[in-house]
């Protein structure tokens, strides 16, 4: 299985950015399709963005497009999400994960391989 650890995050002010990274191990591929999801306490996961293994075909949650960006590099087996803009609303438990097959309805399910997740944490 693909091993995902998350990292940068942190604490902002809104209209902040912040850059997320999540480095994969293990059974790495440049087809493996890559995602982001977020969890606040008490709520259920939430798709955020989702990359094939061509960097231009992308699909976003309608509550970041236009201010967040998922990127990866394939040599480097490393995936990015770009946030900008920050609002209090996108505070949460930023997750990686990591799968097989390309769904246009990103969920949970349609990913094996998880991170242990990093806090962002957006102030008004």
């Known amino acids: 299985q693909v091993q995902l650890v998350e990292s940068g995050g942190g604490l902002v002010q809104a209209g902040d950015s912040l850059r997320l990274s999540c480095a994969a191990s293990g059974r790495t591929s440049s087809r493996l399709i890559m995602g982001w999801f977020r969890q606040a306490p008490g709520k259920e996961r939430e798709f955020v963005a989702q990359?094939?293994?061509?960097?231009?075909?992308?699909i976003y949650a309608d509550s970041v497009k236009g201010r967040f960006t998922i990127s990866r590099d394939n040599a480097k087996n490393t995936a990015y999400l770009q946030m900008n803009n920050l609002k209090p609303e996108d505070t949460a438990v930023y997750y990686c994960?990591?799968?097989?097959?390309?769904?246009?309805?990103?969920?949970?399910?349609?990913?094996?391989?998880w991170g242990q997740g990093t806090q962002v944490t957006v102030s008004s």
């Open positions: 994960a990591a799968g097989s097959r390309w769904s246009i309805e990103p969920r949970p399910s349609d990913f094996s391989s």
């Open positions: 990359i094939a293994w061509s960097e231009r075909v992308t």
